[in-house]
């Protein structure tokens, strides 16, 4: 009995010194799992080394300790095979990697090594068609055409990259299935050359079909057969079926949108062509609050209908008050208005405004034509009238109740690229608008009002998310002095939406310390630095600068004035949340505040 518990005993113990030495620590010790770090060398190019970093667990978790030294070195095996696909991936066929496990070290040191890390190149790409495959009608793309041009890197990235090319390019040329049926790459270590062979079968060739829609219940089929951009018996090109779904997609009265090719060429060489739309809601109502400092709080609701008639006519009711500021306007747009590429427009907006520089209402209506010239041009045209009464003047107050009534013809041009226009990110927006007005109540007053308009964003960094936005704007009243025409047509500068830190129109010509003038000419630019913390919040700096002229163009000698501050972002459905805090840098006394307040959807611009 006595020998039995010796043995025990010294089972026990030894037992117990094994899960010691396992965990790497002392018999007795209370630490929790083995502790290491992880080297890899080798690899001096910082991209690939970043690469394998990422691809590896153990570097992954090398921040908790692992339970037992067998779990790391299995966990160390299955890297060194993670590692050397991430090499070849890179073109990097004749590297090899080792590894080796310090266990004496503490904490436990894993180390990698690269060996032999060289870059292959490509030195020949070729196109075969399958056996029992029909001819082609034209030549097959070669390296370059599919990106892989001789002496570029084989990267299989590329090269998988340049397969979808290939197939893609017998999409456009009447062939819409197209099969890769084998991709072979060959890597001669002699030479560090590599020979990439496609091997296709292009499929029958066919030309376009009747054109079937799916899913449809308000929208009339009628309306969207003219946006489609080829005619029956056009060879087939899987370009414009992409480009088909777009105009569906850009539409707005669809959730989802998906055009594709039937699974069969008939025997007439035809492919139907399957239209399968989801349709969305189509009615919106939003609603929303803000509050500016120099305003005081606001409120807006809107309403809108995307599909009126059934043809994708958009009817938009909207209210917006403050405590300066009450307006309502109606809105129509019906797309496809003579050609796919026009829009009809009208549009009703009636303001009553309580503002320091005037006191007044006005109500204008106009009509016009919207076009597109390329993708990202866009341009308008029309005709308005605007009649506004001007119950209080700051600029001529011995003409307090005088009617005003102009009409006009709105021209405009945008060339736009940003990439979202709540919330963009890159890309640019350049803008020019003109309106000569035209006197109708006997005040002998004609004029031409010009705006000039940009903004560019550019992201500096990736990781965190760093957005420079910039932007810049210039007005001038040419043939008329500001005093003579309608306040409410007159330039102003200052809060939410020019130079922040200053009061609401109080940038420019005042009359005493709170009485805004007006100006005939205009210029205003703003920066903003823009940090994405977290997947949510974002921070602000920005610098705002302008200034408003009695002048009919910018006298920038006269001076800007320039407002600071910070800000935060919080993302919506709707966009992102807006909060600014601004201080004015030229503090004028007895005019300005310490600083502002701007809180609203949306980027300031």
Known sequence: MLRQMIVLGLAMLLCSVEAAWARNIKPGSHAQGVPYQVSIAGVND???????????????????????????????????TRLRDALESQGRFAARVSSRVDEAALP???????????????????????????????????????????GNPA?????????????????????PFPVLVRQRVVA???????????????????????????????????????????????????????????????????????????????????????????????HTIKAGINYKTDEGPGANISWEDRNFFGRAEKLSLSLAVSRINQTFEASF??????????????????TDQNT?????????????????????????AGLGYRASRIQEDAANPQENEKRWGLVFLPLELALNTRDDPLDPKKGYLLGIKCAPYLDTLGHNLDFLKTELNGAVYLQLLSKPEVILATRAGFGAVNGAQARDIPPDVRFYAGGSATVRGYGYQLVGPLRGHSKPLGGDSIFDFGSELRFQVTEMIGLVAFL??????????????????????????????????RVDVATPLDRRPGVDSPFQIYISMGQAF
């Open 188 to 282: 001669d270590f002699k030479t560090r050359g590599v020979q990439v062979t496609y091997v296709v079968n292009p499929g029958p060739h066919a030309v376009f079909g009747p054109v079937a829609f799916n899913g449809l219940k308000d929208v009339d089929e009628s309306f969207l057969k003219p946006l489609i951009p080829w005619k029956e018996g056009d060879e087939y090109q899987q370009k414009l079926v992409a480009h088909f779904q777009n105009r569906l997609v850009n539409l707005g009265l669809f959730a989802t949108a998906e055009v594709a090719p039937e699974k069969t060429v008939d025997a007439h060489g035809r492919v139907g062509i399957a239209a399968t739309v989801t349709e969305r809601k189509m």
């Open 155 to 175: 990267i299989s990235g590329s090269i998988a990259s340049g397969a979808e090319k290939l197939l893609d390019s017998m999409r456009n040329r009447g062939h």
């Open 108 to 150: 436990v040191m894993v180390r990698f090594t690269v060996s032999s890390p060289e870059l292959f190149l490509l030195d020949k790409v070729e196109v075969q068609l399958a056996d029992g495959a029909a001819p082609l009608e034209f030549p097959p793309p070669d390296g370059a055409d599919l990106g892989l041009a001789k």
């Open 544 to 577: 705002d600068g302008g200034n408003v002229y009695d002048k009919q163009f910018p006298a920038l000698n006269d001076g800007l004035l320039f407002g600071a501050g910070l800000g935060a972002r919080v993302k919506t459905p709707v966009g992102p949340l």
């Open 356 to 380: 320091e520089a005037y006191k007044g209402q006005n109500a204008t209506l106009q009509a016009g034509l919207s076009r597109a010239f390329t993708e990202h041009m866009n341009g308008n």
């Open 46 to 80: 910082k991209g690939l080394l970043e690469l394998l970093r990422s691809v590896s667990t153990c570097v992954e978790l090398s921040g908790k300790p692992v339970a037992s030294i067998f779990q790391l070195r299995a966990r160390v095996r299955a890297d060194v």
């Open 333 to 350: 747009e019906k797309p496809s208005f003579l050609s796919y590429k026009q829009k009809l427009l009208a549009d009703l907006k009636v």
